[in-house]
């Protein structure tokens, strides 16, 4: 496991002039992470995850948390609410097999859709990516999810119907 890259750290705002804390996940955000998914509408989760989970599995919980922070990166947004750290969305890539692209995942809170938050953890995903000597971003979204495919089209990303399955989108971005 890489050291905490507190490079990463910043402070950006949200639309409204809201002060968002933009940092790499940790394992002890384990807690947070797992409110975060719980508190996802039904749509948000299946629209991430592609399936109805209510959770994450321990296991599940243990990889989106506990992470190299080079071949696998998660960003979280933080608010504080009520004295509080709240997590209102997250952005992560995964290095593919080849070593120099990535899978990249994003969801956001469904009371901050819309806030600016997706394109600051993208953005900043995005540049990460591009330092730790990615050339390529891409992902899988359903095809259904108009939004996300506006957003995709936004951040650069060209989108090609999955030939394997007429259900999802391949989105793919040279970095």
């Known amino acids: 496991m890489s050291d905490y890259p507190a490079d990463l750290v910043r402070t950006r705002y949200l ?17 947070l992470e797992q409110d ?3 508190h996802l509408s039904p749509d948000s989760r299946y629209k991430r995850f592609m399936s109805t989970l209510k959770e994450l599995a321990p296991g599940k919980l243990k990889y989106l948390t506990e992470i190299d922070y080079e071949r696998h990166l998660a960003l979280v947004a933080i608010i504080l609410r009520d004295g509080q750290d709240l ?22 809170d469904d009371a901050w859709q819309g806030s600016g938050v997706a394109g600051i953890l993208m953005l900043t995903l995005i540049d990460a990516a591009k330092a730790r000597g990615m050339a390529s971003m891409e992902g899988f979204i359903l095809a259904g999810n108009d939004k996300m495919l506006k957003f995709a089209r936004q951040l650069g990303f060209t989108l090609h119907r999955d030939v394997d399955d007429p259900g999802m989108v391949h989105a793919v971005r040279p970095l």
């Not at 002060?19 to 940790?26: A, D, E, G, S």
């Not at 952005?91 to 120099?100: E, G, K, L, Q, T």
């Open 36 to 38: 975060f998914v719980k």
């Open 15 to 31: 639309f409204d002039g809201s002060p968002v804390t933009i940092r790499p996940i940790r394992a002890a955000d384990a807690t």
């Open 87 to 108: 997590e209102i969305g997250v952005a992560r890539y995964v290095a593919n097999p080849s070593d120099n692209s990535c899978e990249f995942a994003v969801a956001i």
